[in-house]
């Protein structure tokens, strides 16, 4: 079925696809890191769903971005940022203790996606007021 929906997907260029993509490659990393901790032991649970948060935000902040209506250059800057700061987000949730008691990379992890947020909100908003 996911073969299936790639084909598609590479075989019918357009804006719509690339949203499909985004979505598609975004379920295969939190599959491959669902995967990885049943392959690895020493991988502790409550990291495994850190990094999946990360992977999930990132995914569904570059959603919003590619269905955006702003200026392409800032989707394609945005979208480094968001890259970037997803591999900051996954490496903080790897290095995170395994509670959430006096976990401070947990916040560290909260901070960025809210700063992402407020990225994606200051840039539409500048573009419904430029």
């Known amino acids: 079925m996911v073969l299936n929906f790639a084909r598609s997907v590479v075989k019918n260029r357009g804006r719509n696809n690339m949203k499909k993509l985004i979505l598609i490659s975004f379920i ?3 599959f491959l ?5 049943f392959i690895f032991t020493n991988y502790e649970l409550f990291n495994m769903m850190l990094v999946n948060f ?9 959603y919003c971005l590619s269905v955006c209506q702003i200026n392409d250059a800032y989707k394609i800057g945005l979208s480094f940022i968001f890259l970037f700061l997803l591999l900051v987000k996954f490496i903080i ?3 995170s203790p395994s ?14 996606v809210i700063f992402e947020v407020i990225f994606l909100l ?4 500048m573009r419904k007021h430029a």
């Open 33 to 37: 890191n669902v995967v990885s901790k």
């Open 99 to 112: 509670t959430i008691e006096n976990n401070y990379y947990f916040i560290g992890l909260l901070v960025f």
């Open 54 to 62: 990360s992977i999930l935000s990132s995914g569904i902040l570059l």
């Open 122 to 125: 200051i840039v539409r908003y």
């Open 28 to 30: 295969c990393l939190i």
């Open 93 to 95: 949730s790897l290095l």
